[in-house]
């Protein structure tokens, strides 16, 4: 029995200039270290058997900030949503066919050239799948997209309903591992 703890990485200047980040490889800035330290305070009373990652640079610091004694293992299937020629896009200027996306995200198919929704979340399941296995508490630092991947992998009938919920950096959810099952998550903070 134990619980695996999914964390979105700390603010970027990217995020911070609100732009489409994608697979783009940018650390924390100021704020993203101490949003991270803020996540390592809030978990400092959980022991982490694991520790996963992203192999993008933000969500490895997010990790080695949260659990310092710990070296990530980095996982691929955790990288962020391939945003293709729409990575750096301002999101306060989008092109049409990203309005579009956005405004339905279960029944509008992401734009030419981008990862699909269905994709990410056959992704994210695999890593799931993966872990399924270990005992003891799991750290998972990851992205917004890939996270909401792995909440709607976890919660049965969601019907995509994460697809739209905000994630804020260093946002955390938790579910519990108990003879292999997952439990339906929850966000801790």
């Given amino acids: ?24 490889d940018y650390p924390l800035n100021e704020e993203g270290i101490r949003q991270a330290g803020t996540a390592a305070d809030l978990l400092r009373g959980v ?6 990652s992203s192999p993008l640079s933000r969500a490895l610091q997010t ?13 691929e299937l955790l990288i962020e949503m391939d945003y293709g020629p729409f990575e750096g896009t301002d999101l306060t200027r989008l092109p049409a066919e990203l309005i579009t996306f956005f405004s339905d995200f279960v029944r509008n ?21 993966g872990i399924r296995h270990l005992q003891g ?17 976890l919660t049965p009938g969601s019907e995509g309903s994460y697809w739209s919920k905000h994630i ?7 579910a519990e591992i108990s003879e292999g099952r997952f439990s339906v998550p929850e966000q801790l903070f």
Avoid at 47 to 52: R, S
Avoid at 63 to 73: G, L, S, T, W
Avoid at 138 to 152: P, R, Y
């Fill in 109 to 129: 198919p992401a734009p030419e050239g981008m990862e699909q929704l269905p994709a990410v979340v056959e992704r994210a399941g695999r890593f799931l799948e």
């Fill in 47 to 52: 022991h982490f058997d694991h520790v996963f």
């Fill in 63 to 75: 990790a080695k900030i949260v659990v310092p004694e710990a070296e990530p293992v980095v996982d």
């Fill in 168 to 174: 804020g950096n260093c946002a955390v959810y938790t």
């Fill in 137 to 153: 508490n799991i750290l998972i630092s990851t992205h917004a997209l890939l996270m909401k991947g792995l909440l709607e992998y």
């Fill in 1 to 24: 029995m134990g619980k695996i703890y999914i964390i979105r990485h700390g603010k970027t200047e990217m995020n911070k200039a609100n732009l489409l980040q994608g697979r783009s």
